[in-house]
């Protein structure tokens, strides 16, 4: 993925970037490609550029808390004028705060919290403000089926209300939800070429042919994203349909008593099973057994956000037993260190696109060459030898 030239064309705003904690460590990534991009550049001299290249567009901002737990937003540098991009990962259960002498890890509650104390920080001095929020907060609770709330709903219509002009989320669990917010941009980007390039990479005998290969979606929901990839790639799709039962509700759910599979044989042929997320991770593994049972070849588990809300220890024991041969998750959400070390684990970095989609929106030009990466991936599937 290349960064065209944007360099004569005027900025929206000087760029300012605010990566909250959460996503410290993509932010940091996501500024030294910009800043590597603009120093190469040779922009035009007008006044509109006397801030264009700099070693750094990360604006210092922080969320402080009291001994009751309570906090604040601060912005220790000026905002005024300037195209705003603010990145949180709700996801990220690895930081802490004390209340009352006691160590409380964030939720994403506690995320989304300090999210909007920054907004408020900014206080509307900022020329426009972009929430980049890979993990889309609430994303899992986006329709209504009892008297129940629409927390998602709420969240993008409150984050409007503020002042942002663009929320842009990846892989959102029900794009749907953006009918909550019809006048205000909201983008919801797929890894779609990123997975496949990572497989290419990392996978140097993948033959990605009808003959070889299969993409699974684990359930109906995902049946969308397997597509896209199947006819992307030219390989078949199959999907699994959960059997429920809706007499009992367990954490929240309704038990799955079966997976039914829809598809042609898997006998023989790699498969990829692709889903949003991996949360406990028993569904995923339960799809790989099925798949096994019906004598597929290795199984590669592809998600865009790995939660692991039950730890590794499962898939540690799915990859000893030969249920599964590879684990993708995206850097999007906090990855743990034990994650990182695994031999089967493959990192989908996506530092360098988030870079591509802030430096082009604060050049105010079209990013749907990024949110359509079909001829990018007939281009690296060429170069893979994969026609």
Request: hydrophobic share 35%; proline share 4%.
């Amino acid at each position: 993925m290349s960064q065209k030239d944007l360099s004569q064309t005027i900025p929206y705003g000087d760029l300012g970037i605010i990566p909250l904690e959460s996503s410290r460590t993509i932010g940091q990534k996501v500024d030294e490609f910009i800043a590597r991009w603009r120093n190469d550049s040779n922009p035009g001299t007008s006044i509109h550029f006397n801030n264009y290249k700099k070693d750094s567009y990360i604006i210092d901002a922080v969320c402080p808390r009291f001994g009751s737990g309570e906090a604040k937003g601060i912005l220790n540098e000026s905002v005024r004028g300037k195209d705003i991009y603010l990145l949180v990962d709700v996801c990220n259960h690895s930081l802490s705060y004390k209340v009352c002498g006691q160590i409380n890890h964030m939720s994403p509650d506690d995320h989304y919290q300090d999210l909007k104390r920054i907004i408020a920080a900014i206080s509307g001095k900022a020329r426009r403000i972009t929430v980049i929020m890979p993990f889309l907060y609430e994303s899992r609770q986006h329709k209504r089926s009892s008297r129940e709330s629409l927390d998602c709903a709420l969240a993008l219509q409150e984050l409007t209300n503020m002042g942002v002009e663009n929320i842009i989320t990846f892989d959102a669990h029900d794009p749907r939800v953006q009918n909550a917010i019809p006048l205000k941009s909201f983008e919801t980007v797929q890894p779609t070429y990123q997975f496949i390039k990572a497989i290419l990479q990392h996978v140097p005998d993948i033959h990605m042919n009808t003959k070889n290969m299969m993409i699974i979606s684990p359930d109906e929901g995902a049946m969308g994203r397997a597509i896209y990839f199947g006819n992307v790639a030219g390989i078949d799709v199959g999907t699994f349909y959960k059997r429920r039962d809706y007499t009992k509700i367990v954490e929240g759910r309704n038990p799955i008593i079966a997976h039914e599979f829809l598809g042609s044989d898997v006998e023989g042929k790699d498969i990829i099973i692709i889903d949003d997320m991996i949360s406990s991770g028993e569904s995923m593994l339960d799809v790989a057994t099925e798949l096994k049972r019906r004598k597929a070849n290795r199984i590669i588990v592809a998600s865009t956000f790995g939660l692991f809300t039950n730890g590794l220890k499962k898939f540690d024991e799915a990859h000893d037993s030969g249920l599964i041969y590879r684990l993708m998750t995206t850097n999007l959400v906090y990855q743990p260190k034990e994650l990182l070390q695994r031999d089967y684990y493959i990192d989908v970095d996506m530092s360098k696109y988030i870079a591509l989609l802030i430096d082009t929106l604060n050049h105010d030009e079209s990013i749907a060459e990024y949110l359509n990466p079909t001829e990018r991936i007939e281009r690296i599937l060429k170069k893979y030898h994969q026609e």
